[in-house]
T-cell receptor, first 116, second 115 residues
Framework: AQSVTQLDSQVPVFEEAPVELRCNYSSSVSVYLFWYVQYPNQGLQLLLKYLSGSTLVKGINGFEAEFNKSQTSFHLRKPSVHISDTAEYFCAESNAGGTSYGKLTFGQGTILTVHP | NAGVTQTPKFQVLKTGQSMTLQCAQDMNHNSMYWYRQDPGMGLRLIYYSASEGTTDKGEVPNGYNVSRLNKREFSLRLESAAPSQTSVYFC??????????????FGQGTRLTVV
């Protein structure tokens, strides 16, 4: 079965500091990976996605993520965060095999809080 | 652009009451989904509809039913609400069922409390 693990439930950082939000996936078949962001009292919106090709994926708002097949990881990074980046971030996986073919499986979420 | 619209935004139910959560999308998407979001558990798939006329169970379907009324609308029904169904419910849609180059678009959520 698919599973996605976000290793930190909460990450506090100061403004302009770098941040990394960690995500590990379990699928051994072709996998598509996503990061979504949820601002307070809103729905989720796509930050970036990895489908194939370059392992470094750039998304909106200065975020990027690196696909690492050997470590089954897809960590999200930003070199300098802003107060407006405060939100909950979800890693998600969709794979091309098994009974969960094509459906998104989400991690537990990481709450990023940026302090002034 | 409206995108995915959910109604209502908030609801309080008594145990045993029934209600229907409505969802509509205006992007001509084929696939629609219902998720519930609980603290520390991420989003879990309740039901999905890969295309008009089809529905399938997701990870946590017990206590729910769905109807894909037409291509635009996908409703979620709680026949007899229980406190365990207190959650935030999200509807989403995508062009295809999460395959290459598709993206899920989410509504703003329905916050449901069952007392």
């Amino acid at each position: 079965a698919q599973s996605v693990t976000q290793l930190d439930s909460q990450v506090p950082v100061f403004e302009e500091a770098p941040v990394e939000l960690r995500c590990n996936y379990s699928s051994s078949v072709s996998v598509y990976l996503f990061w979504y962001v949820q601002y307070p009292n809103q729905g989720l919106q796509l930050l970036l996605k990895y489908l194939s090709g370059s392992t470094l994926v750039k998304g909106i708002n200065g975020f990027e993520a690196e696909f690492n097949k050997s470590q089954t990881s897809f960590h999200l990074r930003k070199p300098s965060v802003h107060i407006s980046d405060t939100a909950e971030y979800f890693c998600a996986e969709s794979n091309a095999g098994g009974t969960s073919y094509g459906k998104l499986t989400f991690g537990q979420g990481t709450i990023l809080t940026v302090h002034p | 652009n409206a995108g995915v619209t959910q109604t209502p935004k908030f609801q309080v139910l008594k145990t045993g009451q029934s209600m229907t959560l409505q969802c509509a999308q205006d992007m001509n998407h084929n696939s629609m989904y219902w998720y519930r979001q609980d603290p520390g558990m991420g989003l879990r798939l309740i039901y999905y509809s890969a295309s008009e006329g089809t529905t399938d169970k997701g990870e946590v379907p017990n206590g729910y039913n769905v109807s894909r009324l037409n291509k635009r609308e996908f409703s979620l029904r709680l026949e007899s609400a229980a406190p365990s169904q207190t959650s935030v419910y999200f509807c989403a849609s995508s062009e295809g069922i999460f395959l290459l180059n598709t993206e899920a678009f989410f509504g703003q959520g329905t916050r449901l409390t069952v007392v």
